[in-house]
């Protein structure tokens, strides 16, 4: 079975800076990798996701995110945080079964974001 | 614009009643379904899959008699929340599979209150 691990649950950034959020799954074959955002009070959003082919992924709102195999990580990056951004984070995994995917989110990170 | 529709958004009950929640896919014949829940500062946890024409597949924990799951149609999938206690008040949400190679569309949530 899969799973996801998000190592850290809360993280401050000071607007502008750099950003990045860490995730890590375990999965017997090909993963299908994705980053969703849940505003408080809302549903989920979807930020990017990883099938195949290049492993630096774009996704929206300016959020990229980098597949490594070696690693088992998916790590969420954004250049430059805007105080819109705060909000909490889930990575997901994927697992092709019967021609869909059955998702498993990994335990959030909480983004805040100061002036 | 929206592909799942969820509904209600939010719904208060007093303890013992019951409530149905209503999972729709507006532009996608689905023959699975699944529904998540989230209690509060958590992370999405997958309850179970709904399956159209046969009986909805269960996680682990999940109690069958207590979140009755009915897919209706294609379109349609419904969970009701039978004699509702306090400790079933969360965050319920469904998705809506589209593929193997496809992200899952999310409905909107819908928050539940049991007092």
């Known amino acids: 079975a899969q799973s996801v691990t998000q190592p850290d649950i809360h993280i401050t950034v000071s607007e502008g800076a750099s950003l990045e959020l860490r995730c890590n799954y375990s999965?017997?074959?090909?993963?299908?990798l994705f980053w969703y955002v849940q505003s408080p009070g809302q549903g989920l959003q979807l930020l990017l996701k990883?099938?195949?082919?290049?492993?630096l992924v774009q996704g929206i709102k300016g959020f990229e995110a980098e597949f490594k195999r070696s690693q088992s990580s998916f790590n969420l990056r954004k250049p430059s945080v805007h105080w819109s951004d705060a909000a909490e984070y889930f990575c997901?995994?994927?697992?092709?079964?019967?021609?869909?995917?059955?998702?498993?989110f990994g335990t959030g990170t909480k983004l805040q974001v100061i002036p | 614009g929206a592909v799942v529709s969820q509904h209600p958004s939010w719904v208060i009950c007093k303890s013992g009643t019951s409530v149905k929640i209503e999972c729709r896919s507006l532009?996608?014949?689905?023959?699975?379904m699944f529904w998540y829940r989230q209690f509060p500062k958590q992370s999405l946890m997958l309850m179970a899959t709904?399956?159209?024409?046969?009986?909805?597949?269960?996680e682990q924990g999940v109690e069958k008699d207590k979140f009755l799951i009915n897919h209706a149609s294609l379109t349609l999938s419904t969970l009701t929340v039978t004699s509702a206690h306090p400790e079933d008040s969360s965050f319920y949400i469904c998705?809506?599979?589209?593929?193997?190679?496809?992200?899952?569309?999310f409905g909107q949530g819908t928050r539940l209150t049991v007092v």
């Open positions: 998705s809506v599979p589209r593929g193997r190679y496809t992200e899952a569309f």
């Open positions: 999965y017997g074959a090909t993963p299908y």
């Open positions: 990883y099938f195949s082919g290049d492993t």
């Open positions: 997901a995994v994927g697992a092709g079964s019967g021609g869909y995917q059955k998702v498993t």
């Open positions: 532009d996608f014949q689905a023959t699975t």
């Open positions: 709904s399956n159209e024409g046969s009986k909805a597949t269960y």
